[in-house]
């Protein structure tokens, strides 16, 4: 079964998890964001990129919740876009913006495009409890497979 049918049918995840999932994906975008602004080059700063980013950053982790509930808002969720897609433009013509390169500024944009549109709500089966995987290291399996651990 694939995870959409799992979800359809509720029995993926509780209720609580289904309910949080918001929650969790504007926090992962708000530290996204304070990243982003954290490894902007001077250059970048001198310029003044991520003006409103700038403005929220501190000590993590109270800025990223300062972002993350911003981002439950229409309006600042249109200033978050607007001034990262003006630095993804400009990032994508000068690399030296940024101090480190593993960022994606074009993907924490299209994440924070995506907070807008209205989600799917799932419903867990009531009384479910998604069954708990088991963890099996290497040499407990190849104790159960009769064979050595570097056979």
């Known amino acids: 079964m694939q995870v959409s049918e799992l979800l359809e049918e509720g029995i993926y995840a509780t209720q609580e998890t289904l309910d949080a999932a918001g929650g969790n994906e ?8 304070w990243y982003l602004r954290q490894d902007l080059s001077e250059e970048a700063k001198e ?5 409103y980013i700038s403005e929220l950053y501190g000590g993590f982790p109270d800025s990223t919740e300062k972002i993350a509930g911003l981002l439950e808002e229409k309006e600042s ?19 030296s913006l940024m101090r480190f390169h593993f960022h994606n500024p074009q993907a924490v ?3 924070l495009r995506n907070l807008d549109i209205e989600p799917r709500q799932f419903h867990a089966v009531e009384g479910f409890t998604p069954a ?16 050595g651990p570097e056979g």
Do not use: M
């Not at 310029?47 to 003006?51: E, H, Q, R, V």
């Not at 200033?79 to 990262?84: A, D, G, I, K, Q």
């Open 132 to 147: 708990k995987g088991s963890f099996i290291t290497e040499e407990d399996f190849a104790r159960r497979v009769d064979i």
């Open 26 to 33: 504007r926090r992962e975008l708000a530290a996204k964001l």
């Open 47 to 51: 310029k003044g990129f991520l003006p």
């Open 77 to 95: 969720r249109d200033v978050f876009v607007s001034e990262l897609a003006d630095f993804v433009r400009a990032y994508e013509a000068d690399r």
């Open 109 to 111: 944009l299209n994440g």
